[in-house]
């Protein structure tokens, strides 16, 4: 996706939330992920690929994670000051994990990053039709105290293009093919060196290559973190969809959104019915919220177009965000599970940040809930059809045969339902007098934006990466707070 965002201010920690991907870490009832084996010449054992030992027995559970609501900058995150790179005290014994100059602290973390991945791609599989990690070669560097010491590559066609590469034995592993490259060569340095978290496309040693950096003076990219793994299959799948996804998401016009108040109500209404159809304990219910989301979301479309961009941010962010809760199950040390898919529903419109929140924001929960929800109802053929340029919210209403013509009647039946006291209404016009006065979700370098998110200075529109705005967001920074100029830099350039 690509992003237009003016002016250099934050707007809500809301948005860290596109990064994270939650990953199931339960233990694997076969067992059979330890390489074992002799090493011939070229090849050593890969270091344990079990799910539930080494690193992963040491992750913190979700209860350490707070819910959006309570998010604050930087509070999951720990200063790269505060930490030290892995203490090396786990895999410190297995020949392939001595990779790097710094001994035992780079053989935990290599040890950290390979079980990791191996959980990932066990748990990817069969996840989403047509969707296999292997098919992407990718590159983990592993970064320590600012400097890459080697990288774990996995499904590379040419490891040796990187510099000094060892294959190591993938016998009982998930993965097709598995090095690690202790020096990386002066032009694959250079070229890994600016990568600050990820990027879908990186054209290193004559391959394009998927990158995700291992950093453990780095919460959002250690790898003995539990959504490590799940930030891996989560960015990993946005390259995947590059090809499989009919359309593109194009530019996000989160600035021209709809911030009026009767599109912001039924908004509201739309994710108390997704909801309430979650939650659902029949089916008879179920059907009858999922209808009510149907009715609201038709209404919507009528009344103005750019409810457009919801759609395709739901199809493209909101599949990556279903794949969060597939992935994990019901392991709740991660922030998506199978039993939140109406974690991050905005019910409430009190207290939101109103553009970062209904013009950004809240599509990856509304796109996973609705996926969920057809999920529930049966429905087989979702995954193909969004693959063919359908969003989830026209298959669920193709699916119910609610027509334009039953709107007006399931949006009155919704207002009673989810609102009996009528006080969405004057909450929205609230909400819209708000979006008014916000500065830019994102601000440019002039400034523009200013002091506490009032519009000011001279900024210009820029359209930014997907990876340039996954960078800022995990920045996590305070409704309103500047963006500081290193991480600027660092996410976006001069």
């Not at 079980?115 to 992407?136: I, V």
């Amino acid at each position: 996706m690509a992003a237009m965002r003016s002016a250099r201010t934050a707007t809500s920690p809301f948005t860290a939330a596109v990064l994270s991907l939650a990953l199931v870490a339960g233990a694997c009832a076969d067992g059979g992920d330890t390489a074992q084996g002799t090493p011939s010449s070229s090849t050593e054992s890969a270091p344990s690929a079990t799910t539930a030992t080494s690193a992963a027995s040491d992750r913190t559970a979700a209860s350490d994670r707070t819910a959006a609501s309570d998010r604050t900058a930087a509070s999951d995150r720990t200063a790269a000051s505060d930490r030290t790179a892995a203490d090396g005290s786990t895999g410190a014994g297995s020949s392939a994990t001595q990779a790097g100059s710094d001994g035992e602290a780079d053989a935990a973390t290599v040890q950290a990053t390979i079980d990791s991945l191996a959980e990932a791609y066990r748990r990817a599989d069969g996840l989403w039709t047509g969707f296999d990690p292997n098919d992407h070669p990718t590159i983990i560097p592993i970064r320590s105290d600012g400097s890459l010491q080697g990288a774990v590559v996995v499904s590379h066609p040419d490891p040796e293009s990187l510099g000094t590469a060892v294959e190591l034995d993938t016998e009982g592993t998930p993965f097709t093919s598995l090095h690690r490259i202790d020096a990386l060569d002066e032009a694959a340095d250079e070229r890994l060196g600016q990568v600050d978290a990820f990027e879908f496309h990186a054209e290193i040693g004559g391959t394009d290559a998927f990158v995700l950096m291992a950093d453990t003076s780095d919460s959002f990219l250690d790898p003995a973190e539990a959504d490590w793994g799940a930030t891996f299959i989560h960015e990993l799948f946005h390259r995947y969809q590059d090809d499989a996804f009919e359309g593109s998401l194009g530019a996000q016009d989160v600035e021209g959104y709809a911030y009026t108040k009767d599109n912001l109500e039924l908004a509201a209404l739309e994710e108390r019915a997704l909801a309430a159809a979650i939650g659902a304990d029949t089916d008879v219910d179920r059907e009858a919220a999922a209808r009510h989301f149907a009715g609201l979301r038709l209404a919507r479309f009528a009344a103005d177009d750019r409810v457009e961009l919801d759609a395709a941010q739901e199809m493209f962010e909101g599949t990556a965000r279903y794949l969060e809760h597939r992935l994990s199950g019901t392991d709740r040390r991660y922030n998506y599970h199978g039993d939140n898919y109406d974690r991050d529903l905005l019910v409430s419109l009190d207290g939101l940040p109103i553009k970062d929140s209904f013009g950004f924001g809240r599509f990856y929960a509304s796109g996973s809930a609705i996926i969920h929800i057809l999920d529930r109802l049966g429905v087989s053929d979702t995954q193909a059809r969004i693959e063919a340029g359908e969003d989830p919210a026209t298959v669920l209403i193709d699916h119910l045969g609610v027509a334009d013509g039953d709107a007006t009647d399931l949006v009155a039946e919704a207002r009673a339902t989810y609102d009996p006291a009528g006080e969405l209404p004057a909450a929205a016009a609230e909400a819209e007098t708000t979006a008014a006065t916000e500065g830019p979700v994102f601000g440019d370098e002039s400034g523009a934006g200013g002091e506490g998110g009032e519009a000011g200075g001279d900024g210009q529109a820029i359209e930014l990466s997907d990876e340039e705005i996954a960078c800022l967001d995990e920045a996590e920074l305070d409704e309103g707070q500047a963006i500081p100029d290193d991480v600027w830099e660092r996410c976006v350039g001069a």
